[in-house]
């Protein structure tokens, strides 16, 4: 599994810095103004896609391999 940590910045005059964290390109966690994209399990294209759509700026923060455990 590929774990992934991106900011979105967006500017004025709604501006806002906000994280995502993304498994094998699908957001499994995201701060409060983003939570409909964690609700939606959105692709990592689609946020990219949305983000572009609205001006904002999306970075990859950290990337790293991860072994999926089961509990």
């Known amino acids: ?3 992934t940590l ?3 910045r967006a500017p004025k005059p709604r501006q806002f810095v906000a994280g995502l964290v993304l498994w094998d390109d699908i957001v499994v966690e995201a701060a409060p103004i983003l939570h409909f994209m964690k609700r939606g399990r959105w692709t990592r294209s689609r946020v990219r896609e949305h983000c572009q759509l609205k001006g904002w700026q999306v970075s990859v923060v950290y990337e790293m391999k991860r072994e999926f ?3």
């Open 69 to 71: 455990q089961r509990c």
């Open 6 to 8: 991106a900011q979105i």
């Open 1 to 3: 599994m590929i774990e």
